[in-house]
């Protein structure tokens, strides 16, 4: 409507330590940037809002999970973290997702090749899906060296959740017996 703005947040890792970022992009380019939180060791690699409440949740290089609560914000993480899950990953959150169907209930990967589903008010771990895609190999061309890949994203979508991965298999994690039970099923390659 007239007269409110559009917020939008970054993440990623600056020289010092600013993980997330928020811009108004109705504001001059000058005063854009509103708000820095500086929470996450080594940078933040993923974001997700859960709109109605005012919670950000973010996933963090060091493999952490954190719910903040941007209407306490001001920058100061500390004062608007709601919980935070230190190591919720082995080697870095790669995505995190609201289940629109489901409130209250948060997915993540991890360069582990884990999928976990959260309880996003507590951030309890609910359920852990293990080796749901293959790892590969890759030769980044940027650094020439070696990286390892396994799920590349998550999405909701009305049936369950999908994972997509390096090993070019789509899987659908569909709910099977009550709304917090997964069971993994392929649903096809990409290329």
């Not at 917020?7 to 811009?23: H, K, P, R």
């Not at 293990?130 to 790892?135: I, K, L, S, W």
Request: glycine share 14%.
């Amino acid at each position: 409507g007239q007269g409110r703005a559009t917020i939008v947040a970054a993440a990623g890792s600056t020289a010092s330590n600013e993980n997330i970022v928020f811009w108004d992009t109705l504001a001059p380019p000058r005063a854009a940037r509103v708000a820095v939180i500086r929470g996450h060791e080594g940078g933040a690699t993923s974001l997700c809002a859960m709109s109605e409440s005012g919670i950000l949740l973010s996933g963090g290089r060091g493999g952490d999970l954190c719910a903040r609560d941007m209407r306490m914000s001001g920058g100061n993480a500390d004062k608007s973290t709601i919980w935070r899950v230190p190591e919720a990953h082995g080697g870095g959150v790669v995505a995190v997702d609201t289940c629109p169907s489901l409130h209250g209930l948060l997915g993540s990967c991890g360069k582990d090749g884990d999928i976990k589903l959260w309880h996003a008010a507590t951030g309890a771990m609910i359920q852990q899906l293990t080796a749901v895609h293959e790892r590969r190999m890759f030769l980044s061309s940027r650094t020439s060296t070696l990286n390892q890949a396994s799920i590349n994203g998550i999405t909701w979508t009305s049936k369950g959740l999908v994972s997509y991965g390096a090993d070019g298999i789509v899987n659908l994690c569909q709910f099977t017996s009550g709304p917090l039970a997964l069971n993994v099923r392929n649903v096809g390659r990409y290329s």
